[in-house]
Every structure is written in C-alpha cells, then in structure tokens.
C-alpha cells in the first residue's frame, strides 16, 4: 500500500458471477504446497538481499548508528505522516464503493494489507478476507468486483503517470539519462494506450465490445507462450464492466482521482521526510530524484516477487537514491529506506490484526443486501 496498501491485492477479486471466498463459495487461495513453496523462494529473495546485497551499498552498523540519531520529535512526526498515509487510502475505497463508511474502509483495508505483507501468497488471501468482509456488511459481489477493478485502473494511471512527471522534472533540472528517457517513453505509451482502451469501453457497448476481444486475443497468446487454455467472454465481460462502471465513474471520478492522487502522494511525503530526517540533505538527493526513484520503485513493486515486496523495494530505492553519494550519506539514505519501510510495511500489519478483530467482534455492522442498500450502497449500479 512502498507501504502496501491494498491497490494491488484487491485487483484480483472475481467476476461478478463468481461466488464470494469465504462466504458460500470455495476459496481462490494457494494450496499450502504452494504457499510454502512461496514461502521459501521469497526467505531466499529477502536473505539474499539483505544479507548480500544491501551492504553493498553501507555499512548496517553505520546504519544502526544513523537510524538512532533520530530525536523523539523526528520520531513523532514520522509516526503522524505514517499514519495519515495509512488513512489516505480508505478515502480511495469510500469513493470507489458507494455506502462504503470510513470506518468501514479502515477495517477491511488495514485487514487485507496486514494478510498481505505478512503472508506468502497474502493477496490471494487478502481478497478472501476482503470479500468475507464486504459481503458481511451487505455488499453485493458486483458492487466489490467494480470498486476493485475501478481502483486498480486508477491506481495503475497514477503509477504510469508519475514517472512522466518526474521525468519532466528531471528535464527541467537537466538530470535526464538514456534510461530514464527510455522508461518515461514506455510509460508513456502504456498510459495513453490505457486511457484510451478505457475510453472506448465507457464510449459504447459496441466498443466495449471490441476492446474485450481484442484484450482477449492479446491474453490468450500470452496464455499460448504459457502453455495455458486461451480466455473466453471477455467481450461480455468488457461490456458488463461499461454497464456497471459508467454510473459510479459519473458522479465520482472527480472524488476517486483526487483521492487516488493524495494517497499516493502521501507515501511520497512519508518518504522525502524520512530522508530529510536521517539528515539527506536537499543538495545530496533533491526532491526531484526522490519523487523519480519512487515513481519507478512503484512501479516495480507490482511485481508480486516477496509479500509487500520486502527486500525488492529497499533495494530499488537503495539503487535510485545512492547513486554518486559518498559512503556518510549512503548510509543515512540507507537508514531512511529502513525505517520508512519500517512505517509503511510493518507498521500496519498490528493494525490489520486489530482491525480483523474488530470486523469478527463486531456484530453490529453486518447487514443484508436490503438493510445495505438503504445506506446508499449500489446507488450507482448501472448506465
């Protein structure tokens, strides 16, 4: 939500027809086989770059020493940014699911990022956790499939569309390489490509229509290289998402959009103010380096290699953020990477486990479908 949050698991929810994990239906999640295979390739990842690699870059006990300079002050206002961040997220889940409360969006999102950076295989089963709990409170698994998939687009934008901006502000500053023009280039293309997909499945049903096909074939060779049975319906599956999607997109994208941007954003503060408490000063690493080093970890981060990306993420901004430093500042770049994934990754995993027993605990909340509906859940179901 790289603080994890739950953009990348919930994207994995089902299809509307399909019956919700936990709830009456079999659970989408690994077999335990799997998981503990999982389990051991991502020990092996994690060790090997924190135990091989990461001190390459300095020194951990010029590390611990930079990490307990920190004041009580410093601390304190790394504590209140962590949590605003942790918050900013549930605002994204509120204006993508309509009845949703704020309260509600705390439980089932610490929840489900607490299942997710814990637990090897964790998004699979963050979205059992994430569906028991929704459906529990009465929402429709129509409802939850297109708030996930909502979400995930928007998410993805912000993510395409950050390392564009920061490469225009490295183009600004004169601090542009063949790398960063190369990978700019890229996201540019994707994310137009994206906009403009998601712009002829909103335009028509026919459209819709065409773009299923098309995102079909393209699935199904990929399914082909793997080895794999090709995919069917997604033209159906294009236009049931136009036809469910177009309401909630009317009345809220202003309200989605931004609050997308501000969550993401959040983390980046989280992060620029960490370093600048380790003492990384603004002529060592300026904001601009940072906010380039984060748009691509972030986009590196979706690659689901360990749960919440452990040891992938604080290697990739090690890498970005150390570029050129001398070994001094290395270490406190170092140390600001640790204790901001510190605050962003394992921080909220208590929470969650506080927050899931207050959705077990908590009686009052559940409510039917009808009982839902009266609290304005499912008031933009349709064109």
Known sequence: MNGMKSEDQIAQLPPPDDPPA????SAD???RAKRVVQGVISSVIVVGIFVGVMPQFADYAEVWKTITSLTWLESASLAVVALWNLATYWFVLVAALPG?????ALVVNQSSTAV??????????GVAVTLAMLTSWGFRVAAITRSAVVTGIWNNFVKLGMPIIALGLLTIEGDTSKAWL???ALGVAVLVGAVAALWMVLRSDRLARAVGV???RLASSIRHLLRRDPVTGWDDRAAGFRRDTVGLLRHRWLQLTLSTLVSHLSLYVVLLLTLRHLGVSQDEVSWINVLA???FVRLISALPVTPGGVGVVELGYAAALTIGLDDSTRAQVVAAILVFRVITYLFPIPFGAAAYVVWRRNESW?????ERDRLGGDIYDSV
Do not use: M
Request: neutral net charge; proline residues 6%.
């Open 22 to 25: 936990g709830v009456g239906g």
């Open 29 to 31: 999640t690994p077999s």
């Open 100 to 104: 949703l409360r704020l309260r509600e």
């Open 116 to 125: 997710s950076n814990s637990l090897p295989g964790g998004g699979a089963i």
């Open 182 to 184: 190369s990978a700019s």
């Open 214 to 216: 098309l995102l079909g």
């Open 293 to 295: 080093a984060f748009a």
């Open 366 to 370: 559940r409510l039917d479908e009808t």
